[in-house]
């Protein structure tokens, strides 16, 4: 079986956020999984793409490789929270301060393994990459489903915290030709034409 037989990311939901600057401080300080010699940031107006670089040279250039995507986002953040200082206004206060804010960008990864993770050449490389930034994110959930030298790993990372997770087995989809159980629309007396 070859590696890339061994290693597949069935399932994947991400609704993490970071302040662009700490993912990038991340990626540069990273350490990559095997196969992976660096991870190139390119940012396109307001979508950002973490693409693996292989390590090995007999990947042809024109090969994708697997990418992270993430949109980009700004937020103002507040140095206290607006919220306790609404709290704990004084009415003897003529006019109540500002309060001390700034826009900071954002990169949000969010959404199911199609919009976040793309490519499979390093696919399961890249996925270990975004479970390295959910744990630096404060902000946010992953949730995956991979194997990985065929056995199934279930992942779970809640703003910043890995988490125990479990793989369920629930019985898929009927077949929708047969009529157990469903409402023909087609045939409903209820519903005139």
Same mark, same amino acid.
């Given at each position: 079986?070859?590696?890339?037989?061994?290693?597949?990311?069935?399932?994947?939901?991400?609704?993490?956020?970071?302040?662009?600057?700490?993912?990038?401080?991340?990626?540069?300080?990273?350490?990559?999984?095997?196969?992976?010699?660096?991870?190139?940031?390119?940012?396109?107006?307001?979508?950002?793409?973490?693409?693996?670089?292989?390590?090995?040279?007999?990947?042809?250039?024109?090969?994708?490789?697997?990418?992270?995507?993430?949109?980009?986002?700004?937020?103002?953040?507040?140095?206290?929270?607006? #919220?306790?200082?609404?709290?704990?206004? /004084?009415?003897? $206060?003529? *006019?109540?301060?500002?309060?001390?804010? +700034?826009? %900071? !960008?954002?990169?949000?990864?969010?959404?199911?393994?199609?919009?976040?993770?793309?490519?499979?050449?390093?696919?399961?490389?890249?996925?270990?990459?975004?479970?390295?930034?959910?744990?630096?994110?404060?902000?946010?959930?992953?949730?995956?489903?991979?194997?990985? #030298?065929?056995?199934?790993?279930?992942? /779970?990372?809640? $703003?910043? *915290?890995?988490?125990?997770?479990?793989? +369920?087995? %629930? !019985?898929?989809?009927?077949?929708?030709?047969?009529?157990?159980?469903?409402?023909?629309?087609?045939?409903?007396?209820?519903?005139?034409?």
């Amino acid at each position: 079986m070859s590696t890339e037989e061994s290693r597949h990311v069935y399932r994947l939901h991400s609704t993490l956020e970071l302040p662009l600057e700490d993912l990038h401080d991340h990626i540069d300080e990273a350490t990559f999984p095997d196969g992976v010699s660096d991870v190139e940031i390119t940012r396109r107006n307001n979508t950002l793409i973490l693409k693996a670089v292989a390590k090995d040279e007999s990947v042809s250039k024109y090969t994708p490789t697997a990418q992270l995507k993430a949109s980009v986002t700004e937020n103002r953040v507040y140095e206290e929270d607006p #919220d306790e200082r609404h709290n704990s206004f /004084r009415w003897d $206060e003529d *006019e109540e301060e500002e309060i001390e804010s +700034e826009l %900071v !960008e954002f990169a949000a990864f969010k959404g199911d393994r199609e919009t976040v993770l793309q490519n499979s050449l390093l696919q399961y490389e890249m996925f270990l990459v975004l479970c390295e930034i959910a744990e630096a994110a404060e902000k946010g959930t992953l949730t995956a489903i991979a194997e990985f #030298d065929g056995e199934l790993e279930a992942t /779970r990372i809640v $703003e910043g *915290e890995p988490r125990p997770a479990d793989i +369920e087995v %629930v !019985e898929g989809p009927r077949d929708h030709s047969s009529s157990q159980g469903g409402v023909n629309w087609r045939d409903n007396k209820f519903i005139s034409d």
